[in-house]
């Protein structure tokens, strides 16, 4: 069987079809995201991902621009690429380097007060994205938890960019509506 004739037959959702797939292109994809990644776990994520995607949406796949696997590849490439710079990322909020050259220097964190402050603050947010749709909520949640970027989340919830903005836009209008009375928001006069 084709590498493209599994993608249709993934379009009508056979699992035989991904799994034939994963077992094609699953080392390579793995091989690929390793040496760009590092770090194993981050790589199997990467591949995981570029799968999900698959899945979703194996409509994506041109053949008048290349080949089954080479489209995957750079899938996964992509992918890993966005891994290693959300973790960069991650990495220079938790731990700044400090003025004197020494990076690894951890400058105080906040008093005993406000690590209180913000626990119960964080428990609010929780109650009330609780509240809100499910669909604005998933939008949310991999957004700001997950570090997705809304293109991202668009691929991996399988709806349209324009759909997963305007789910973010609202659910936060809805959190500020739950919250305002609340949680005194920084620069904001309420």
């Known amino acids: ?7 249709e037959r993934i379009g009508e959702r056979s699992a035989e079809a991904l799994a034939q797939l994963y077992d094609r292109f699953g080392r390579p994809a793995y091989s690929l995201a390793r040496r760009i990644c590092v770090d194993e776990s981050l790589a199997e994520d990467v591949v995981q991902e570029a799968f999900l995607v698959v899945w979703r949406d194996p409509g994506r796949f041109d053949p008048a621009r290349g080949t089954v696997s080479s489209w995957f590849l750079t899938l996964v ?19 700044p380097p400090s003025a004197d ?13 406000q690590a209180a402050l913000g626990a119960v603050v964080a428990g609010k947010v929780r109650d009330a994205l609780t509240e809100l749709p499910a669909d604005q909520r998933e939008a949310l ?19 349209p960019l324009g759909t997963v903005k305007s789910r973010m836009f609202a659910g936060t209008q809805k959190l500020r509506t739950i919250l305002g009375p609340q949680v ?3 620069g904001e006069e309420r």
């Open 101 to 113: 050259g020494d990076d690894w220097n951890i400058p105080p964190g906040p008093g005993a007060d």
């Open 77 to 95: 490439h992509h992918r890993a690429v966005d891994a290693v710079r959300r973790e960069a990322t991650r990495r220079k909020r938790t731990a």
């Open 141 to 159: 949640a991999l957004a700001y938890f997950g570090g997705y970027t809304q293109r991202e989340v668009s691929s991996l919830v399988g709806v």
């Open 184 to 186: 005194e928001v920084e």
């Open 1 to 7: 069987m084709t590498d493209a004739t599994l993608l």
